[in-house]
């Protein structure tokens, strides 16, 4: 039994090899849409992105508000007093109990990084209002200290910190 095969390709050979290509186009041309849609887009991957905020122009005594994720953010530029203040306090008397080291980064003690949300309701509290020079809820009267700890009023949690690092001694990120 002899078999002969050719070297030369034929012409059938390269019918076989064009049709698998052009399936194989036509597939990852159907395929590349229907991936690329499950991504988000752009203003969604923007919106949670990471933010760097510069330090250097809030005084000491004086905060700013910048937004990430939709949500404000308070950065709060603290007074030695104040700082000592929030850490004077009894822990027995707050509702949400928690130190002031515990909401600060060492070595920043100063700085104040907190979710202007009120954990009551949502709304937006005042910074350096109240009678604890923290911030005061306006819808329904939530107490918040300068370390961003409920004092009084119906919030049942103290103001949120959110995730964030020291870049440098003047810039932190947030997110």
Not at 32 to 44: C, E, G
Request: aromatic share 8%; charged share 20%.
């Amino acid at each position: 039994m002899t078999s002969t095969t050719s070297a030369e390709p034929t012409r059938r050979d390269f019918l076989y090899v064009a049709t698998g290509a052009a399936a194989a186009v036509g597939a990852a041309a159907v395929a590349w849409p229907l991936i690329s849609q499950m991504n988000p887009d752009a203003s969604t991957i923007a919106a949670g992105a990471p933010i760097e905020v510069d330090l250097t122009p809030i005084a000491e005594g004086q905060d700013i508000k910048v937004f990430w994720r939709g949500k404000p953010i308070y950065i709060m530029n603290r007074t030695k007093k104040q700082v000592e203040e929030a850490r004077s306090v009894n822990m027995s008397n707050l509702p949400d109990p928690q130190t002031d080291q515990a909401r600060v980064k060492e070595g920043h003690d100063q700085w104040l990084v907190v979710i202007g949300i009120c954990t009551h309701l949502g709304c937006i509290p005042i910074a350096h209002e109240g009678s604890y020079g923290g911030f005061f809820c306006p819808c329904h009267g939530s107490v918040y200290d300068t370390s961003g700890r409920i004092r009084q009023g119906p919030a049942p949690l103290n103001l949120a910190v959110p995730p964030y690092a020291f870049v440098s001694d003047t810039k932190i990120k947030i997110g």
